[in-house]
T-cell receptor, first 109, second 116 residues
């Protein structure tokens, strides 16, 4: 069972940087770390994926240390529209996603 | 590019009735998934198809749930008979399914099922 551990909830204010840390001990060599975002009444949406070190796209950055036992999703300058549930997942090529409860991020003005 | 389409968006039925959900994946996507999401939890895989073959249905309650993917494109998920605990959002997702570093899955909007 590909499990990860992340905080149940986080609160932030508009304009702040938000870092969500995820623990994934005993990660397999062929596991990638993938983050999804889910808004109410919508399906999850892919945010970012990485294997090691740092990955950045137009939405977020993902930091994965050399031992790969944890990862941090960084959302720069959040806005109210970033209020959502964020899921950290270990993913192997071609396999289904195993979701936990995710982190509910609440952004206030 | 059109996204994953699902219908209906909402369905209310009584327990012991039957219901069917439909999914049309993104064109060219070989892999199709059905997930069940109960309120307050993350989605849980029910079944995974690769083209029209089943890859993983280990968590599908086969006594009441069935799914098919004819011609490797559209898929239907059926529940017969429904139970109260089947109330959930049923999500369909698809992915390219070819080897590569990213296996991004694209999710549809889901069907919200309420069993009374």
């Amino acid at each position: 069972l590909a499990k990860t551990t992340q905080p149940i909830s986080m609160d932030s204010y508009e304009g702040q940087e938000v870092n969500i840390t995820c623990s994934h001990n005993n990660i397999a060599t062929n596991d990638y770390i993938t983050w999804y975002q889910q808004f109410p009444s919508q399906g999850p949406r892919f945010i970012i994926q990485g294997y090691k070190t740092k990955v950045t796209n137009e939405v977020a950055s993902l930091f994965i240390p050399a031992d790969r036992t944890s990862s941090t999703l960084s959302l720069p300058r959040v806005s109210l529209s970033d209020t959502a549930v964020y899921y950290c997942l270990r993913q192997q090529a071609g396999t289904a996603l195993i979701f936990g409860k995710g982190t509910t991020l609440s952004v206030s003005s | 590019e059109a996204g994953v389409a699902q219908s209906p968006r909402y369905k209310i039925i009584e327990k012991r009735q039957s219901v069917a959900f439909w999914c049309n994946p993104i064109s060219g996507h070989a892999t199709l998934y059905w997930y069940q999401q109960i309120l307050g939890q993350g989605p849980k895989l029910l079944i995974q198809f690769q083209n029209n073959g089943v890859v993983d249905d280990s968590q599908l309650p086969k006594d009441r749930f069935s799914a098919e993917r004819l011609k490797g494109v559209d898929s239907t998920l059926k529940i017969q008979p429904a139970k109260l605990e089947d109330s959930a959002v049923y999500l369909c997702a698809s992915s390219l399914g070819v080897p590569g570093p990213s296996y991004e899955q694209y999710f549809g909007p889901g069907t919200r099922l309420t069993v009374t």
